[in-house]
């Protein structure tokens, strides 16, 4: 499985960017993905993810929960992040993380980040 992650860029705080990951080789063995960012001099943190499971679940951190959204584009191969009434402390370089089952265990693959500054 490879991750490329894309979208990001400067926004005025109030606005909305999308961000997208789009998913190359073996799709069918990922469990889940998400959403991950890390601002400047702190450490990275989980923002939101996807199940890929029938139901296909999601999940918020609880500082982007009704401001973010995460979707699965089947079409595009993508997973998406909705981003609205962007704040200035949401940036952040954004990476995305897929979990692979692999032999006994979930494996970790990361995409490249894609820098989202918002200014105040």
């Known amino acids: 499985v490879q991750l490329q992650a894309s979208g990001g ?9 999308s961000l997208s990951c789009v998913m190359r080789g073996g799709i069918f063995n990922i469990n ?54 962007l704040k200035s402390e949401d940036t952040a370089v954004y990476y995305c993380n897929a979990k692979v089952y692999g032999p006994g265990r979930l494996l970790d693959v990361w995409g490249q980040g894609t820098l989202v500054t918002v200014s105040s």
């Open 9 to 17: 860029g400067l926004e005025r705080a109030g606005g909305s960017l």
């Open 32 to 85: 889940s993905v998400s959403w991950y960012r890390q601002a400047p001099g702190k450490e990275r943190e989980w923002v939101a993810d996807i199940s890929f499971s029938s139901r296909g679940s999601t999940n918020y951190a609880d500082s982007v929960k009704g401001r973010f959204t995460i979707s699965r584009d089947n079409a595009r191969n993508t997973i998406d992040l909705q981003m609205n009434s």
